[in-house]
């Protein structure tokens, strides 16, 4: 399977715990992005590297978010002292910046979160 | 700012009937357009996307969408539905960079 991949799918956590979430995108893509969405809603940015660099945050991302991608492959996204406002799916995306497929992400299936 | 507003949250349509699904968006420049498939804990597929050049683009599964930049929408259509496609559709706009969602339609299909 060459697409995107997210791992866990699901996470259950109490309230004040850490978690985090990998996601594996398309390896020739340079472009990774973690989106949150939340039941009945569309998907909201949180952030976007390319390559190893963080390029953009969105307010959404509070300081008990973290997001690395260290070696321009895999990223993780950690939530410290998890709070159950942060019970969503988390996706990821990845995309190329040139070329025919320019703008289009490539989605994996989400990690759900349950905080308790 | 970018932003997408898709208008109706639920649509119900019979199987065989044709579909309709609003997309309004705002953008400074050109947009890239993109209507975007989910279904039941799933991730998204990409439908179809409109880019530049003829305003009508066809996707796949048998969908089209129509770019109109006077009236800002890029809306859905699908001539017969069949029901495997109820599902959640989004709608989003962007550059480049980072597209901008709208909050989706869900689609009931009714045999």
């Known amino acids: 399977d060459t697409g995107v991949s997210q791992d866990p799918r699901h996470k259950i956590t109490k309230r004040g715990q850490n978690v985090t979430f990998r996601c594996d995108p398309i390896s020739e893509h340079n472009r990774l992005y973690w989106y949150r969405q939340t039941l009945g809603q569309g998907p909201e940015f949180l952030t976007y590297f390319q390559n190893e660099a963080q390029l953009e945050k969105s307010r959404l991302l509070s300081d008990r978010f973290s997001a690395e991608r260290p070696k321009g492959s895999f990223s993780t996204l950690e939530i410290q002292r998890t709070e159950q406002g942060d019970s969503a799916m988390y996706l990821c995306a990845s995309s190329l910046p040139t070329g025919p497929n320019t703008g289009e992400l490539f989605f994996g299936e989400g990690s759900r979160l349950t905080v308790l | 700012a970018q932003s997408v507003t898709q208008p109706d949250i639920h649509i119900t349509v019979s199987e065989g009937a044709s579909l309709e699904l609003r997309c309004n968006y705002s953008?400074?420049?050109?947009?890239?357009l993109f209507w975007y498939v989910q279904s039941p804990g799933q991730g998204l597929q990409l439908l179809l996307k409109y880019f530049s050049g003829d305003t009508l683009v066809q996707g796949i599964k048998g969908f089209e969408a129509e770019f109109k930049r006077s009236q800002s929408s890029f809306n859905l259509r699908k001539p017969s539905v069949h029901w495997s496609d109820a599902a959640e559709y989004f709608c989003?706009?962007?550059?480049?960079?980072?597209?901008?969602f709208g909050r989706g339609t869900s689609l009931i299909v009714h045999p």
């Open positions: 953008y400074g420049a050109t947009p890239y």
């Open positions: 989003a706009v962007g550059g480049s960079y980072i597209p901008t």
